[in-house]
C-alpha cells in the first residue's frame, strides 16, 4: 500500500501569511497513463471534506488562486498565501494512483 | 449543482448489519465511479469502497473486504453500502463521493456507530 506522510501535523499562522505543507508518499504515485494523482483536500470544522487541488496543480472549480499545488513523484507541497479566516481546518493530502486508495494524516491549520 | 445524500446510518451491535444509502442529484450519475469513504471520530479519512459506472467492478481496503458490498443503482440514481459484520472499528462517518482518481463532490455524512 502507498503510505502518505504529511508534514508538519498542525501549524499556526497569521492572517495575510503563508504556509507550505508537505506531503510524501512511499510509492511515485506517477500513474502508467503519465498521470501523477496526487489530490488535496480541506475540512473545515463541522464539514465534509472538499476537493482543493488535483492532479497535483490544479485547482479545482472555485478553488482561490490562494491555493498552489507543486511537485512530482513522491515529494509533494501544498501553499497557502495570504492566508484567511475561512482557511482554517484539517489538510489532507490523497493518493488516487493505485488501489488501496491512501490518504495522509492530516494537517490543522490554526490562525493565530 | 451536484448533490449527495447519505442516509442509513445509526447504532448497531457487533456482528450485525446495516445498509448505507447514497441519493445523487446533478450530475449523470451514470458516468462517474462512485466512493465510499470513513472517517473515525477525531481521526483521518480511509478510502472504504469504489464502484465502477455499470457496477460491475469494485474496490475495496483489505480492512472491510468480505465484509462490506458497495453497489448501485443507476436508474435511481443511487449508491449502497452493504456492510455486514460489523466491527467497533467501523464505528464512524461515512462519506458518500463521486470519484474519478479523485474524490470532487462528497456527501455530508452518515454517523454509524457500532457497539452493543
Known amino acids: 500500500d502507498v503510505v502518505m506522510t504529511q508534514t508538519p501535523v498542525s501549524l499556526s499562522v497569521s492572517l495575510g501569511g503563508q504556509v507550505s505543507i508537505s506531503c510524501r508518499s512511499s510509492?511515485?504515485?506517477?500513474?502508467?497513463?503519465?498521470?501523477?494523482?496526487l489530490s488535496w483536500y480541506l475540512q473545515k470544522p463541522g464539514q465534509s471534506p472538499q476537493l482543493l487541488i488535483y492532479?497535483?496543480?490544479n485547482r479545482f472549480s472555485g478553488i482561490s488562486d490562494r491555493f498552489s499545488g507543486s511537485g512530482s513523484g513522491t515529494d509533494f507541497t501544498l501553499k497557502i498565501s495570504r492566508v484567511e479566516p475561512d482557511d482554517l481546518g484539517v489538510y489532507y493530502c490523497?493518493?488516487?494512483?493505485?488501489?488501496?486508495?491512501?490518504f495522509g494524516s492530516g494537517t490543522k491549520l490554526e490562525i493565530k | 449543482e451536484v448533490q449527495l445524500v447519505e442516509s442509513g446510518g445509526g447504532l448497531v451491535q457487533p456482528g450485525r448489519s446495516l445498509k448505507l444509502s447514497c441519493a445523487a442529484s446533478?450530475?449523470?450519475?451514470?458516468?462517474?465511479?462512485m466512493a465510499w469513504v470513513r472517517q473515525a471520530p477525531k481521526k483521518g479519512l480511509e478510502w472504504v469502497a469504489t464502484?465502477?459506472?455499470?457496477?460491475?467492478?469494485?474496490y475495496y481496503p483489505d480492512s472491510v473486504k468480505g465484509r462490506f458490498t458497495i453497489s448501485r443503482d443507476n436508474a435511481k440514481s443511487s449508491l449502497y453500502l452493504q456492510m455486514n459484520s460489523l466491527k467497533s472499528e467501523d464505528t464512524a462517518t461515512y462519506y458518500c463521493?463521486?470519484?474519478?482518481?479523485?474524490?470532487?463532490?462528497w456527501g455530508q455524512g452518515v454517523m454509524v456507530t457500532v457497539s452493543s
Open positions: 446533478g450530475f449523470t450519475f451514470s458516468n462517474y465511479y
Open positions: 464502484i465502477s459506472t455499470s457496477g460491475s467492478r469494485t
Open positions: 510509492q511515485s504515485l506517477v500513474h502508467n497513463n503519465g498521470n501523477t494523482y
Open positions: 492532479k497535483v496543480s
Open positions: 490523497g493518493q488516487g494512483t493505485q488501489y488501496p486508495l491512501t
Open positions: 463521493a463521486r470519484h474519478h482518481s479523485l474524490f470532487d463532490y
